[in-house]
């Protein structure tokens, strides 16, 4: 079930969210990192922004709040999570966003997508269960423990074992995995430029758990001139750091690739076209 109050942001603003958990990691990565203004990254007045994967609208808010005028359109299979995406929407948005229940990908289709409702930007079309991913998101759980805001209990924590910290990460995850499989419509980028009759596309966010390379294969070649900028979170694996920087070179954009601090199997990948 959604919250029925919003959660009180770092910041002052008040945003809906499916997990206190969830809420704060994306809250720290796009109020507090200041991720998708970077490496020459600009969002201005006027400026058409596609929001791929955008998960419970917190990029949404954090765009109301530093614009006045944009258009946005925003897209998040998941129907649990787009309702969330949906109420921060109405209770922040001056910016008419479209909010659009479906997944982009290469072509349209219906597919099943994991749902983990406890850490929902997690939420992909590809699970990664192997072991390596796990002990990742172990290594990220013990990472936490040292930054919880408690005192008492991040001295807790750190003064327990390490074996013992390593079994309480463990149960963590398992915590946090909890899913659910949920069917969803996709569409491509493409069909959704033609539908609107978009010119330009200012901003390309993909946040897309290892769907990069599916939602780009759906942008007819005919479009890739109208893409100006873009930020991918890239994650290794399937959707290969080094193919989907390849896709932008090929298209005439400079690249710059960050690795995230926090997890070092996912990167951050800035495509802006240079000025003619």
């Known amino acids: 079930m959604p919250p029925r109050r919003p959660y009180a942001l770092p910041n002052g603003l008040e945003a809906y969210g499916l997990s206190r958990t969830d809420t704060d990691l994306i809250y720290q990565e796009i109020f507090a990192e200041d991720v998708y203004r970077q490496h020459g990254v600009a969002i201005q007045d006027g400026d058409c922004i596609f929001d791929v994967g955008a998960n419970t609208g917190l990029f949404v808010v954090f765009l109301n709040q530093i614009c006045q005028r944009l258009s946005v359109y925003a897209f ?140 780009l294969a759906g942008i007819a070649l005919d479009d890739w001139p109208k893409i100006r900028q873009a930020i991918v979170e890239v994650h290794s694996g399937q959707a290969d750091r080094q193919a989907v920087e390849q896709q932008f070179v090929e298209h005439g954009f400079n690249v710059t690739v960050d690795r995230n601090p926090h997890l070092p199997n996912i990167y951050m990948l800035y495509a802006v076209r240079p000025v003619a």
């Open 76 to 215: 998040e299979p998941i129907p649990a999570i787009c309702q969330i995406l949906q109420k921060n929407v109405e209770l922040h948005d001056r910016l008419g966003v479209k909010v659009h229940e479906i997944g982009l990908s290469r072509e349209p289709a219906v597919t099943t997508f994991t749902y983990y409702p406890r850490i929902s930007c997690a939420s992909t079309m590809y699970p990664d269960n192997s072991q390596e991913e796990k002990q990742l998101a172990c290594q990220f759980i013990l990472a936490q423990f040292r930054k919880v805001s408690n005192r008492q209990l991040r001295w807790l924590l750190c003064a327990i074992p390490i074996p013992v910290q390593r079994m309480i990460a463990v149960l963590v995850r398992k915590y946090y995995a909890k899913a659910q499989q949920v069917t969803c419509a996709l569409r491509t980028i493409s069909e959704m430029v033609a539908e609107y009759g978009v010119q330009r596309i200012d901003l390309l966010k993909l946040d897309v758990e290892r769907s990069e390379l599916d939602v």
